[in-house]
C-alpha cells in the first residue's frame, strides 16, 4: 500500500524558514502529481503548492513568491520562506498516485506549523 511520511514542520518565528518533506512509499506508487495543501482552524483546506511528473508547478494566491516546491523521484520539498503566523496551519501531504486508466489519491496525516509574531 502507498503510505506518505511528511516532515519538517514546527514552530518558528515569523521571517524564518521550514522546508517540508514528504516521501512516497510502496511498491504500488507511480508517482502522477505531490503537493501540499493547508488547513487551519475555522479555515477551509487550501492549496499551497502542487508540482506533477512533467514538473509543472501551482501555488496559491497567498504564497506571493514566498514558497518553492521541488522534486526527486517520489519525494517533494516544500521550502517556505518568510513565514508570516497567517501560514500557521497543518500541511498536508497529497499524493496523486496510478495510471490513467486508473489513479488514486493519498493524504498524509500532516504536520503542524505555527508561526510566531
Known amino acids: 500500500q502507498v503510505h506518505l511520511t511528511e516532515s519538517g514542520g514546527g514552530l518558528v518565528q515569523a521571517g524564518e524558514t521550514l522546508r517540508l518533506s514528504c516521501g512516497a512509499s510502496?511498491?504500488?506508487?507511480?508517482?502522477?502529481?505531490m503537493g501540499w495543501y493547508r488547513q487551519a482552524p475555522g479555515r477551509q483546506r487550501e492549496l499551497v503548492a502542487h508540482i506533477d511528473s512533467t514538473g509543472s508547478e501551482s501555488y496559491g494566491d497567498f504564497v506571493k513568491g514566498r514558497f518553492i516546491i521541488s522534486r526527486d523521484k517520489n519525494t517533494v520539498y516544500l521550502q517556505m520562506n518568510s513565514l508570516v503566523p497567517e501560514d500557521t496551519a497543518v500541511y498536508y501531504c497529497?499524493?496523486?498516485?496510478?495510471?490513467?486508466?486508473?489513479?488514486?489519491?493519498?493524504w498524509g496525516k500532516g504536520t503542524p506549523v505555527t508561526v510566531s509574531s
Open positions: 497529497n499524493a496523486l498516485s496510478g495510471t490513467e486508466t486508473s489513479l488514486d489519491v493519498h
Open positions: 510502496g511498491s504500488t506508487f507511480n508517482f502522477k502529481a
